[in-house]
């Protein structure tokens, strides 16, 4: 397991752990590298990858690892303080504000972009929930739970802005980060872990595993992102040609990757990305880590694997 580094040239947080407070390091570290395999794993359908920006004007694969390395120490605080207690009105509102400090460190990085905003809530809810079984067996449908329940409290110190999700949820009804966190994660526990791991007792590589998840999750969620940039359209498309690539047998099968490539397409003509999903899987590779006992997230490896047997 990595150590507390002593400083972070990326970002100056305003609290360093020492190093007898392991489980709160390896839970950020797990965190910052699911966000990272997140953004790696190549050919996503509109989102940022190895190839290039997606659907992106302002996003880039190195922008969204300084990201991630950014707000890991905000990751970090939340595990800390999180050890110990349980779901109350006060700990909602600690951690809201470390991650309005993790916003101000995510658009520094940046220079000004939204890379992982809707992230910071949804890793850092998982994070401090898994932060209160980390010596204990524990489930990822606990977890979730216990991420439910932190929601379920409301920040009275938040700025009364209108935000993307707002402006969504008031438009199309669709319930966000917010109603996903008050629902327990139901896409990441009840979707996204089931297919990562029924893939992988399929012996599919671990990318096929883990594009099959985005798009399990895709397919069923009514992504803001998708929402919010292009309209009922657009989250039509990505959910129909999601759900094509599945009856194809997935991202494994040749004709599973034609309909991947017409879904990519699609969304780059539409200007759109799935964002949302994309959290939602990084958050899946999380909780699997944790519920494993792992120290690390497998390094994605797209283009390194051999992807070319069915799954």
Same mark, same amino acid.
């Given at each position: 397991?990595?150590?507390?580094?002593?400083?972070?040239?990326?970002?100056?947080?305003?609290?360093?752990?020492?190093?007898?407070?392991?489980?709160?390091?390896?839970?950020?570290?797990?965190?910052?590298?699911?966000?990272?395999?997140?953004?790696?794993?190549?050919?996503?359908?509109?989102?940022?990858?190895?190839?290039?920006?997606?659907?992106?004007?302002?996003?880039?694969?190195?922008?969204?690892?300084?990201?991630?390395?950014?707000?890991?120490?905000?990751?970090?605080?939340?595990?800390?303080?999180?050890?110990?207690?349980?779901?109350?009105?006060?700990?909602?509102?600690?951690?809201? /504000?470390?991650? !309005? %400090?993790? +916003?101000? @460190?995510? *658009?520094? #990085?940046?220079? =000004?972009?939204?890379?992982?905003?809707? &992230?910071?809530?949804?890793?850092?809810?998982?994070?401090?929930?898994?932060?209160?079984?980390?010596?204990?067996?524990?489930?990822?449908?606990?977890?979730?739970?216990?991420?439910?329940?932190?929601?379920?409290?409301?920040?009275?110190?938040?700025?009364?802005?209108?935000?993307?999700?707002?402006?969504?949820?008031?438009?199309?009804?669709?319930?966000?980060?917010?109603?996903?966190?008050?629902?327990?994660?139901?896409?990441?526990?009840?979707?996204?872990?089931?297919?990562?791991?029924?893939?992988?007792?399929?012996?599919?590589?671990?990318?096929?595993?883990?594009?099959?998840?985005?798009?399990?999750?895709?397919?069923?969620?009514?992504?803001?992102? /998708?929402?919010? !940039? %292009?309209? +009922?359209? @657009?989250? *039509?498309? #990505?959910?129909? =040609?999601?759900?094509?690539?599945?009856? &194809?047998?997935?991202?494994?099968?040749?004709?599973?990757?034609?309909?991947?490539?017409?879904?990519?397409?699609?969304?780059?003509?539409?200007?759109?990305?799935?964002?949302?999903?994309?959290?939602?899987?990084?958050?899946?590779?999380?909780?699997?880590?944790?519920?494993?006992?792992?120290?690390?997230?497998?390094?994605?490896?797209?283009?390194?694997?051999?992807?070319?047997?069915?799954?």
């Amino acid at each position: 397991m990595r150590t507390a580094p002593t400083s972070n040239p990326i970002v100056s947080a305003p609290w360093c752990p020492s190093l007898d407070q392991a489980p709160a390091v390896r839970l950020a570290y797990l965190a910052s590298q699911s966000l990272i395999a997140e953004a790696e794993l190549t050919p996503k359908p509109g989102l940022v990858d190895r190839r290039g920006a997606g659907a992106h004007t302002d996003l880039s694969l190195s922008i969204m690892k300084l990201s991630a390395l950014a707000i890991e120490p905000y990751f970090r605080e939340m595990a800390f303080v999180s050890e110990g207690s349980h779901p109350s009105q006060a700990l909602r509102e600690r951690l809201a /504000l470390i991650g !309005r %400090g993790a +916003e101000r @460190a995510m *658009f520094k #990085a940046t220079n =000004g972009s939204n890379s992982h905003k809707g &992230a910071i809530w949804i890793l850092g809810l998982l994070v401090s929930a898994a932060a209160f079984e980390v010596n204990d067996e524990v489930e990822a449908s606990q977890i979730g739970a216990t991420a439910k329940e932190i929601a379920s409290f409301a920040d009275r110190a938040t700025p009364r802005l209108v935000s993307h999700g707002d402006l969504v949820r008031r438009r199309y009804g669709a319930a966000g980060a917010r109603g996903e966190a008050l629902g327990g994660f139901p896409h990441v526990v009840e979707v996204g872990l089931p297919t990562l791991r029924s893939k992988r007792a399929k012996c599919a590589t671990e990318s096929v595993a883990r594009l099959d998840t985005l798009l399990s999750i895709m397919s069923r969620l009514d992504d803001t992102c /998708l929402l919010y !940039r %292009g309209g +009922e359209k @657009a989250l *039509f498309a #990505a959910k129909t =040609g999601a759900a094509a690539v599945e009856e &194809a047998g997935g991202s494994g099968t040749a004709i599973g990757r034609q309909k991947l490539s017409y879904l990519d397409r699609r969304l780059l003509e539409l200007g759109v990305s799935p964002g949302g999903s994309g959290d939602l899987l990084a958050a899946t590779l999380f909780l699997d880590a944790v519920e494993r006992k792992q120290d690390e997230v497998q390094a994605d490896q797209s283009g390194l694997e051999n992807q070319s047997g069915a799954d």
